[in-house]
């Protein structure tokens, strides 16, 4: 039985003779708006006036058409020509679904974070440092600008102010980050149907600078000597065992006694210490999967470990990190403090402490070498009101901590440890990234040249050509 037959539903049947209807064209659209500038008769017999009459009406033509979720819209153009042409676009684009509302476009960039920050996910450390992108350096200069104002010359613009190359704050990955937030943001609003395309498509962003070869050298063990001399003692243990094992720094934080295998002389890394906007928080898994290795202590860093935990006791309970941060199973920690009960507390490492502390120990030791980059910035003037421009400045420091790291895989290389042991126990995915930071950074080339042209010198050696 058909749906129009004598047996169906009376008000099936309308609902259905209304769905038929809905794809006829009005007769009068577009349709000529009556001004109160024309002289013509219909426009002096809605609005009289002692306007000169006129044959034809200038008044201008407006189109009308229905949104995807029934809302009706129009448009106003000068010609019947030109509004027949947007309908006949706008038509299209409607049954291909390809339409975009221009309103949802005219929100600005500020607003449009606000919608789509909510949604993002991630590692805490990289939503910090990506919310942290946004406030400092993409919000103060697009933040009040519409999603449609976007331009591709803007954006290239912008990146190129960044640069340190160019009197800007950012070295050239730090730009990359910044611009990487615009570019996500810009791309969720071309798929949220917003905009119809991503300005930032083809911007060119800066190249990362090689440092020289002297600047990429790690430090000495002799020169880490010397630093550890003027770290507090307390940190001594700390400093050894991140020379021995190169660990990073969270892994450090958040070793805790019952993943270290003193019988075995291993050092099992399952878990690490992330601090995020000052809270510190338990991390199951390190930095990668393949930073879940086993490391293995040599004997200065076994004796160094031992007597530490022998004074220091630290709980071999394993807990889950559902659990808190269970200070008393960390290895290394922070000075002992008294809690508000009066009793011993044990706090965790922050890095910006240590840092402070690492920072005057390279400069007591004699071998810190600091650079300061000074740039113009824009900001508001608490007084006026006004935007004026103001010096910043940034301080770089060599050697950081991380670079024991470097030192610790340098080591590995000259003593003939293959790549893919090094990868494996620095917790690298990639061997040649280990290849391209590490193994340059402590060939003395230079050495292995002049030892091939003092040839027959005594104690020199002879440079061989190998397969």
Known sequence: ????STGADPSSL???KRRFAVGRKAVNNPRQIRSKACGCKLCLAKYPGDRPKQKD???QWQARYYTPQGERRSKNWPTEKEAVAFLERTRTALRDRTWLDPKRGEITLCAWHELWWPKQTGEDATLDRDERMWRNHVAPHFGSWRLVELSYL??????????????GPLAASSVVKAFQILDRMLTAAKLDRRIPFNPAEGVKLPKVKKKHPEDRRPPTYAQLWRIRACLPEYHHALQIVAQ????RWGELA?????????????IHVREVLTEVRGKIRRKVYPKSDAGLRTVPLTGLAYRVLRDHMEVEKPSTRRSAPTDGLCEGELVFHGRNRRGRDGQPRRAPLRRSAFRRLWIRAIEAAGIARKTVKTWMEEE??????????AEKSRTEWWPEFHDQRDAYASKLHARGVPEVVTQEILGHERAGEVTWLYTHAAADYAGQVLAALNDGKPGQKRLKLTA
């Open 1 to 4: 039985m058909t749906p129009f």
């Open 14 to 16: 309308a609902l259905q």
């Open 57 to 59: 009406c200038s008044g």
């Open 154 to 167: 803007e954006i290239q613009g912008w990146v190129n102010e960044l640069h340190d190359g160019n009197g």
């Open 244 to 247: 021995e094992t190169g660990l």
């Open 254 to 266: 958040g070793l805790r006694a019952c993943n270290v295998d003193l019988e075995g002389r291993r």
């Open 380 to 389: 508001k003037d608490p007084e006026t009101g006004r935007m004026r421009k």
